[in-house]
């Protein structure tokens, strides 16, 4: 079966409409970062689970937003560890609602040259993308360093005994970011490929 100029970005404009939708729900949602008591060995918190996003954290039903804003904390109060932490969550607050932006914009680039069937243009949007990818693939995986260092922080403070009925996990909004990023590549390689289509397609008449 041979596939044609108009599947293929057919297929990378709804890869790019999934993409921002994914992207768009994992930053609206608080399904990042999962803790779950054992309720059976800890009885008297029966209402610390939690799960939380990149602004808010929702423990025992109730929505608290973060207590501590990366951009106005008072730094000589911290510690070199909190410094740290607080510097990676502000730029993941920052990459990934930047790479939903670009997003919106490479969708509107990639429209407009495949609807030119340029190839220079649909070269340059497949680059775009794959910049773009790399923004939501340094800001999801920040967020993984920044969890795990939290984690470790707070077993340094508390002891690693006293999180032992604690089990901690990603969420499923977390997935979704990734799920974006793929698909991202997904549409990079795509407008590639019609890219190389469609600059065949120039040489045909020329040589006739």
Not at 18 to 36: H, K, V
Not at 48 to 63: A, D, Q, R, T
Not at 92 to 104: A, D, N
Not at 168 to 183: I, N
């Amino acid at each position: 079966m041979k596939v044609t100029f108009g599947a293929l970005v057919t297929a990378a404009g709804v890869c790019g409409l999934l993409s921002f939708a994914f992207l768009a729900t994992s930053l609206g949602t608080d399904y990042w970062y999962i803790i779950e008591i054992n309720h059976a060995n800890m009885s008297d918190f029966k209402n610390m689970s939690s799960h939380s996003g990149l602004w808010s954290i929702n423990e025992g039903g109730k929505m608290h937003a973060y207590s501590i804003d990366p951009f106005t904390v008072n730094y000589s109060r911290l510690s070199d560890s909190e410094r740290r932490m607080l510097n990676m969550h502000g730029a993941v607050v920052v990459m990934l609602p930047l790479s939903l932006v670009l997003l919106l914009f490479g969708g509107i680039c990639g429209l407009v040259s495949s609807l030119a069937r340029s190839p220079v243009l649909l070269t340059s949007t497949a680059s775009y993308f794959f910049i773009s990818s790399l923004l939501t693939l340094c800001g999801a995986s920040l967020y993984i360093i920044y969890s795990y260092q939290a984690l470790a922080e707070t077993e340094r403070l508390v002891g690693q005994q006293s999180l032992a009925n604690i089990h901690t996990s990603f969420g499923w909004s977390l997935h979704l970011a990734w799920l974006s990023f793929s698909l991202e590549i997904t549409i990079g390689a795509l407008l590639l490929t019609a890219a190389q289509m469609a600059k065949l397609q120039h040489r045909v008449p020329s040589t006739a």
